[in-house]
């Protein structure tokens, strides 16, 4: 399995949500680490690599934040109730719901993130942190495609030890944002992945 792993010129980002940039969510605090995992198609992605990975990096708990559909919304809940995986609502509105969930294990992650794939796949919002929850929702003015308008916005708050993943655009990479020294460089980086991965530095211009 071939991943592209490069690191993002801080022009690329910066706090304010970016409706079709990076991020479509707001950031508070600071983390000098952000990369984007390319080359990989989620829906088609080896089922093993992310499971090992975060393993890998002791990641768990997780916690996803994620825009559900109305039309998703039941067989999610019923989902995250099969599996023992508790959830919370950010905002529960007709069309879209914000709901953060709690994955503790490999084995929780493996049944529920075929359906956070589905969704990020199709550009709602999906992204998650390792051992704390972090998400909240506020009002934030918008950059990029909703320039000047000011709505209810998910917020990251980036604290010490914590990696924020998010499902980019269409399932075609997932970036990370980071203040864990491990991946602090490339080489750091590749070292946590699993053996069967390929890895290729990527330079953004």
Not at 21 to 39: C, I, N, R
């Amino acid at each position: 399995m071939e991943i592209e792993v490069g690191y993002l010129p801080k022009r690329y980002y910066d706090s304010n949500p970016d409706a079709g940039g990076f991020f479509p969510f707001a950031v508070e605090g600071t983390a000098p680490y952000v990369y984007v995992l390319d080359g990989i198609y989620l829906p088609k992605c080896d089922d093993n690599f992310l499971p090992l990975w975060l393993e890998n990096i002791k990641a768990f708990p997780l916690y996803f934040c994620a825009e559900i559909p109305s039309y998703w919304k039941e067989e999610f809940e019923n989902t995250c109730n099969k599996f023992n995986i508790s959830y919370r609502y950010l905002t529960n509105k007709y069309e879209r719901s914000v709901l953060v969930t709690e994955v503790q294990n490999e084995k929780q992650f493996r049944e529920i993130f075929p359906f956070y794939i589905t969704l990020g796949s199709g550009n709602d919002l999906v992204l998650w942190s390792t051992n704390k929850d972090v998400f909240s929702v506020e009002q934030r003015q918008w950059k990029g495609n909703l320039a000047g308008e000011i709505v209810d916005t998910v917020v990251v708050k980036v604290e010490t030890d914590i990696n924020i993943f998010w499902i980019g655009y269409d399932g075609d990479n997932i970036a990370v944002i980071s203040n864990n020294s491990f991946f602090s460089t490339y080489e750091n980086i590749i070292r946590t992945f699993p053996e069967f991965v390929i890895p290729k530095l990527c330079e953004y211009e």
